[in-house]
T-cell receptor
Framework: GIQVEQSPPDLILQEGANSTLRCNFS?????LQWFHQNPWGQLINLFY???GTKQNGRLSATTVATERYSLLYISSSQTTDSGVYFC????????????FGAGTRLTVKP | DADVTQTPRNRITKTGKRIMLECSQT?????MYWYRQDPGLGLRLIYY???????NKGEISDGYSVSRQAQAKFSLSLESAIPNQTALYFC???????????????FGPGTRLLVL
């Protein structure tokens, strides 16, 4: 099956710093989403981005489908950005079987 | 009110017991999913359903069963719980008709299950 690798596994930032999270996937995809899991376990949709670039406030994402990777940018990080960021992809099998990476754990210190 | 709800939010049970986790949604979506998350890992798909007459196994279906009682309800059962089923369980929904086959999945708040 498709493999999804996220890097780095852990990231510690000082408040106000910028960061880039990476997601590599081993095959073509129909769907790619970025999620934030907050410290209480809640999963929040950030972006649906199978290709191209999107921005939402301090967050933006870029997926280069032909090169099989996606990047999530966080600018001017805040302590509320802490948590785990997951990349999830759906291969073109038609079953919408979403496969998750292991996540990047982000800690933003005040 | 939340679009995707899960009950219970937390559950402690003993080995061998049968338990049911329930998911309800008000989004009007046809597709529903159950995932589990183990500490330090991403989510893995257990079962999914594309409509009330459709049930499909996911990546890790052994030891689980599901029931799609209505478009809005999708239940996950552990027939005889074992300790390695201790995990955080998520329900999700999606609707293929909003964007062709490339639909977004929306997740419930999760159920924390501890099997002793």
């Amino acid at each position: 099956g498709i493999q999804v690798e996220q890097s780095p596994p852990d990231l510690i930032l000082q408040e106000g710093a910028n960061s880039t999270l990476r997601c590599n996937f081993s095959d073509s995809v129909n769907n790619l989403q970025w999620f934030h899991q907050n410290p209480w376990g809640q999963l929040i949709n950030l972006f649906y981005i199978p290709s191209g670039t999107k921005q939402n406030g301090r967050l933006s994402a870029t997926t280069v489908a032909t090169e099989r990777y996606s990047l999530l940018y966080i600018s001017s990080s805040q302590t509320t950005d802490s948590g785990v960021y997951f990349c999830a992809v759906v291969p073109p099998s038609g079953n919408n079987d979403m496969r998750f990476g292991a996540g990047t754990r982000l800690t933003v210190k005040p | 009110d939340a679009d995707v709800t899960q009950t219970p939010r937390n559950r402690i049970t003993k080995t061998g017991k049968r338990i049911m986790l329930e998911c309800s949604q008000t989004k009007g979506h046809d597709r529903m999913y159950w995932y589990r998350q183990d500490p330090g890992l991403g989510l893995r798909l257990i079962y999914y359903s594309f409509d009330v007459k459709d049930i499909n196994k996911g990546e890790i279906s052994d030891g689980y069963s599901v029931s799609r009682q209505a478009q809005a309800k999708f239940s996950l059962s552990l027939e005889s719980a074992i300790p390695n089923q201790t995990a955080l369980y998520f329900c999700a929904t999606s609707d293929p008709w909003t964007a062709g086959i490339q639909e977004t999945q929306y997740f419930g708040p999760g159920t924390r299950l501890l099997v002793l």
